[in-house]
C-alpha cells in the first residue's frame, strides 16, 4: 500500500523550539487509562481479546481490580502531588461505573476517548462504523461529564486506514495514537488542525510489568531517566513526556508506593516543568507553535497538506 503520509519526516535537530508557558522546558502530564474489560465480549474475526477461551474469568477479574481498589489508590497518590490526570476513558465506564467518572470529573481531570470497551477492536470496521463508534464516544463523555472530547486513543491500540482522518473531521484536535517523537507534531490530514501528542509505550506501565518484567523500583528508574533526559533537551527545544498507566498495575498495593516517587520526583522540580492535562499542552501548541511546525517540516519534504 502507498505511505499515507501521515506525518512528515522532521529531523529532532534545529527545530524551532517549544516555548511552553512560563516558559518551562519540558511539558509533563499523566494518562490513567480507566478501561472496561468486558467477561465474555462478542467475537471478532481479527483478533482474540483473552488468552484463555471465553469467559476468561481469571484475566477479566485481575484487570477488574483496577476499576474496583486500583483507580482509587491512583487517585489519592495524584491528588497528593496536585497532578491532574488526562484519562484514556473506556466510555462504558460511564454506564459501569459512574462514580469514579464523576469523582475524577470533579477533581478537574480530562477526558479522551479510547473507545467504548477495551475488549471491542476497531478491526475490521468500516470507515462508517468508526465514525459511529468515534461520535457515541464524544456524546457519551459529554453527557456523563460536561466535556468536549478532545483527543484519543484507539482500543487496545486497534486502527483503520480511516481513523487518523476521522479524527480530523470529528473535530479531534490531538491522537495518541502514534508513537514517533518527544514532541508534538502536525498531522497532514483534512479538517480540523490534528497533532500528534507524544504518548509511549516504553514508559508504559503495561509494557514495564508485564512485556519487559521490570519490578515496581525498576519501572520507577526508567520514569526518572526518561524524565531527566526530556528535562535536558527541553531547555533548548521544549519537550513533552507522557506517563501512561492502568490502575489495575500500578494500582497494586506493592508498586503504588515506588510509583509515588516519580510523582514526588515532578512535584520537585515543578518549576522547571508545565505539570497539566493533554488538552491544555495542545491547545497551547496549536495557538503558538502548529503553523511554524508546518512551515518548518515543509523544508524537509513533509506534506503540508491541509
Not at 84 to 105: K, Q, R, W, Y
Request: contains cysteine; negative net charge.
Amino acid at each position: 500500500m502507498k505511505d499515507p503520509q501521515i506525518y512528515g519526516y522532521w529531523p529532532y535537530r534545529d527545530r524551532p523550539r517549544i516555548k511552553w508557558p512560563g516558559d518551562k522546558k519540558l511539558a509533563f502530564w499523566v494518562a490513567p487509562n480507566i478501561e472496561y474489560y468486558e467477561l465474555h465480549p462478542p467475537k471478532n474475526p481479527h483478533r482474540s481479546p483473552w488468552a484463555r477461551p471465553n469467559p476468561d474469568i481469571v484475566n477479566y477479574a485481575y484487570r477488574d481490580h483496577g476499576n474496583r481498589v486500583g483507580n482509587w489508590r491512583l487517585i489519592e497518590a495524584m491528588e497528593k502531588y496536585s497532578i491532574p490526570g488526562t484519562v484514556s476513558l473506556s466510555v462504558a465506564m460511564c454506564d459501569h461505573f459512574p462514580e469514579m467518572i464523576d469523582t475524577v470529573n470533579n477533581l478537574g481531570w480530562e477526558f479522551f476517548s479510547h473507545g467504548v470497551y477495551n475488549t471491542r477492536y476497531a478491526y475490521g470496521m468500516d470507515r462508517a462504523q468508526e465514525r459511529q463508534m468515534l461520535q457515541y464516544t464524544v456524546d457519551r463523555i459529554k453527557a456523563q461529564t460536561g466535556q468536549q472530547t478532545r483527543g484519543y486513543l484507539a482500543p487496545a491500540l486497534t486502527h483503520t486506514v480511516h481513523t487518523i482522518e476521522l479524527l480530523a473531521e470529528l473535530g479531534f484536535n490531538y491522537s495518541c495514537d502514534l508513537f514517533q517523537d518527544d514532541q508534538p507534531q502536525p498531522l497532514n490530514v483534512p479538517g480540523n488542525p490534528l497533532v500528534s501528542m507524544p504518548y509511549s509505550l516504553e514508559v508504559n506501565d503495561h509494557y514495564a510489568f508485564n512485556v519487559f518484567g521490570l519490578s515496581p523500583q525498576q519501572y520507577t528508574d526508567v520514569l526518572k531517566r526518561q524524565f531527566d533526559t526530556l528535562l535536558e533537551e527541553g531547555g533548548t527545544s521544549g519537550t513533552v513526556m507522557c506517563i501512561p498507566i492502568h490502575a489495575y498495575l500500578v494500582g497494586r498495593s506493592h508498586r503504588i508506593s515506588p510509583f509515588e516517587e516519580i510523582l514526588r520526583y515532578a512535584d520537585e522540580h515543578k518549576d522547571d516543568i508545565w505539570i497539566t492535562r493533554a488538552g491544555d499542552i495542545a491547545d497551547h501548541y496549536l495557538a503558538n507553535h502548529y503553523d511554524d511546525a508546518r512551515t518548518h517540516i515543509a523544508q524537509f519534504g513533509g506534506s503540508d497538506a491541509t
